[in-house]
């Protein structure tokens, strides 16, 4: 198992600029590469490291993307243990045991 960091900048429909900085895990089981991310309890898979880390970007967008539409961003980030203090907040981090 080896530790990532997955940096990224989504931008969404309107306008809003998403910067993230995330913790990840990739292992391999059986023929498969996993990466896994606990801050967001998100995983994606691949044949190799290289289609995994890309399927974690899909993944990651899409989760963030609905989560936009649906303005559920905060309320999802709060059930994954994340301390968030306002809404208007720019750096939001999560919290560890």
Same mark, same amino acid.
């Given at each position: 198992?080896?530790?990532?960091? =997955?940096?990224? +900048?989504?931008?969404?429909? @309107?306008? #809003? ?9 990739? =292992? +391999?089981?059986?023929?498969? =590469? ?18 995994? *880390?890309?399927?974690?970007?899909? #993944? =990651?967008?899409?989760?963030? /993307?609905?989560?936009? &539409?649906?303005? #559920? /961003? ?8 994340? @301390?968030? &203090?306002? *809404? ?7 919290? #560890?045991?």
């Amino acid at each position: 198992m080896s530790n990532l960091l =997955f940096e990224g +900048q989504l931008e969404s429909s @309107n306008g #809003t600029t998403l910067h993230a900085k995330l913790e990840m895990y990739l =292992f +391999q089981e059986d023929d498969s =590469f996993i990466v896994y991310c606990p801050a967001l309890d998100l995983s994606a898979y691949g044949d190799s490291e290289e289609e995994a *880390k890309k399927a974690f970007d899909k #993944t =990651f967008e899409l989760h963030i /993307l609905y989560c936009l &539409r649906k303005k #559920t /961003l905060y309320e999802d980030l709060k059930n994954h243990g994340w @301390n968030i &203090r306002s *809404k208007k907040q720019k750096n939001m981090k999560q919290l #560890t045991c």
